[in-house]
C-alpha cells in the first residue's frame, strides 16, 4: 500500500510539474527581446530624412545581455491612432546588434513609428516604444 501511495504521489507530482512547464512555454510568456532606440528627432540627415539607430539584445538566464547580431528588425508606421501598424522597412542588425536607417517624415500631418522584432528562438514578439515624426 505504501509503494502504490508513493508512485501515485510520484505521478501526480510529475503530471503537475509537466503542465505548469506547457502553460509557461505557451507564446504569450515567452521573454522578450531588449529593444533600445533613440527617436530621431534631431537626427535630420536632409529636408524631410531623418536617422533611426536602435540596438537589439536577448537577455540571458545569467543576467547578461547578448546582441541580436545578424537578424531582421521591422520599421512599422501608422497615421493615426486607429489605424493599423504597416511595415515600412526591414533592416538587419549588424554583428553588435545595433540598426541603423533613414526614415521620411510626411510633408503634413503625423506619423507614428515603432520598431519591432518577430517571435524566434525562444523569444516572443518585442515591440520598441511609440514615438512620432513631423514638421511644424
Known sequence: MR????????LVTALLVAGALSVSA???????RIIDEVPPKDHQVSYNA??????VTEPQLDGTALPYANQTVKILKKKCGTCKWKAVKKVKTNDSGVFKTRIYAP???RW???SKVDHSN?????KGKVWTLYFE
Open 50 to 55: 531623418f536617422k533611426l539607430k536602435g540596438t
Open 122 to 126: 525562444g523569444y516572443g514578439n518585442t
Open 107 to 109: 510633408d503634413r500631418g
Open 3 to 10: 509503494k502504490f501511495r508513493a508512485v501515485l504521489a510520484a
Open 26 to 32: 505557451s507564446a504569450g510568456s515567452l521573454p522578450k
Open 112 to 114: 507614428k513609428w515603432r
